[in-house]
Nanobody, 126 residues
Framework: QVQLVESGGGLVQAGGSLRLSCAASGRTFSSHGMGWFRQAPGKEREFVAGLSWGTGSTAYADSVKGRFTISRDNAKKTVYLQMNSLKPEDTAVYYC???????????????????WGKGTLVTVSS
């Protein structure tokens, strides 16, 4: 059974930083991608950042490029999302997810992900 547990969310002022963590357990993901998505109140869940576990290649939504960085710790099976220069519009529940092996490259959509964490809330005050 796969478990993804996110942590690191909280309340931060605009311009501040947070680092989210996603710890995976239950199996290895050497041929998968892992990504971060977010869902703001009243909005659909959207892609934020993704990392292909085998190649290490990364992808970002335009709205977070240059501010967010996704990284990994292979030994800990953990993915991180470093968020800098946070804005009020970054407020959302952030979810970690594992991508289906069928997909690769820059294909990051809600329907391409197979396992999801329960999310961690990030609130950015103005």
């Amino acid at each position: 059974q796969v478990q993804l547990v996110e942590s690191g969310g909280g309340l931060v002022q605009a311009g501040g930083s947070l680092r989210l963590s996603c710890a995976a357990s239950g199996r290895t993901f050497s041929s998968h991608g892992m990504g971060w998505f977010r869902q703001a109140p009243g909005k659909e869940r959207e892609f934020v950042a993704g990392l292909s576990w085998g190649t290490g290649s990364t992808a970002y939504a335009d709205s977070v490029k240059g501010r967010f960085t996704i990284s990994r710790d292979n030994a800990k099976k953990t993915v991180y999302l470093q968020m800098n220069s946070l804005k009020p519009e970054d407020t959302a529940v952030y979810y970690c997810a594992v991508r289906r092996t069928y997909y690769s490259g820059d294909t990051w959509r809600v329907d391409t992900m197979v396992y999801w964490g329960k999310g961690t809330l990030v609130t950015v005050s103005s």
